[in-house]
């Protein structure tokens, strides 16, 4: 039920671009995506509500498929702040409260 | 504007003692509330999500509890903890809006030590 996240890890310099995947086996209401600092709370991103929705947050974008389960966080021209472990959580159809995270990739972004 | 409280910051407790969090949330009524684990290096495990008082779900068996004895309050505990008890646990809330689904908050968390 946990969704898949990938890929696991990622290493960048700065300015270059990122994808983050995150795919459930299980029918999906919305698609919520965080960002972790080392030893603090997950910081909110964005949620995606609705089926082929995108949203945007300055440079950091997402993708909804809702046919294929699935979202995507795209980083473009990372800065070195936008190093951290991203969380997609998803939740499934209907309000119900309950909010399931995939197992987190750590980005690291060099000078 | 709403806030969530959420205390001890840092505990270190011997293994077989008693656990209490607790957690509070201000600025809004009825919210959905969460506890989640994060050990150390690894995900975020939900572990109890409530959405009213007395109506709590478990999503892990394990030794802990939690309870919602007023509408904004939010406590785990357990017992008699255990070494694999020790994490960053996490207290969050969310409201449902039709716009905004269940967006959650996290509290600034608490580092629990199991020695």
């Known amino acids: 039920q946990q969704p898949v996240q990938s890929p696991q890890a990622v290493i960048l310099r700065e300015g270059e671009d990122a994808v983050i995947n995150c795919s459930s086996s299980?029918?999906?209401?919305?698609v919520h995506w965080y960002r972790q600092k080392h030893g603090e709370a997950p910081v909110f991103l964005m949620i995606l509500l609705k089926g082929g929705e995108q949203k945007g947050h300055e440079k950091i974008s997402a993708s909804f498929n809702e046919k294929k389960q699935q979202s995507s966080l795209y980083l473009t021209a990372s800065q070195l702040s936008y190093s951290g472990t991203y969380f997609c959580g998803t939740s499934p159809s209907g309000n119900t409260g309950k909010l399931i995270f995939g197992q987190g990739t750590t980005l690291q972004v060099k000078p | 504007s709403q806030t969530i409280h959420q205390w001890p910051a840092t505990l270190v407790q011997p293994v077989g003692s008693p656990l209490s969090l607790e957690c509070t949330v201000e600025g809004t009524s009825n919210p959905n509330l969460y506890w989640y684990r994060q050990a150390a290096g690894r995900g975020l495990q939900l572990l109890f999500y409530?959405?009213?008082?007395d109506q709590i779900s478990s999503e892990v068996p394990q030794n802990l509890s939690a309870s919602r004895p007023q509408d904004r309050q939010f406590i785990l505990s357990s017992k008699k903890l255990l070494l694999s008890d020790s994490g960053f646990y996490l207290c969050?809330?969310?409201?449902w809006g039709q716009g905004s689904g269940n967006t959650i908050y996290f509290g600034e968390g608490s580092w629990l030590t199991v020695v």
């Open positions: 299980k029918a999906l209401y919305s």
């Open positions: 409530s959405i009213g008082i």
């Open positions: 969050a809330w969310s409201v």
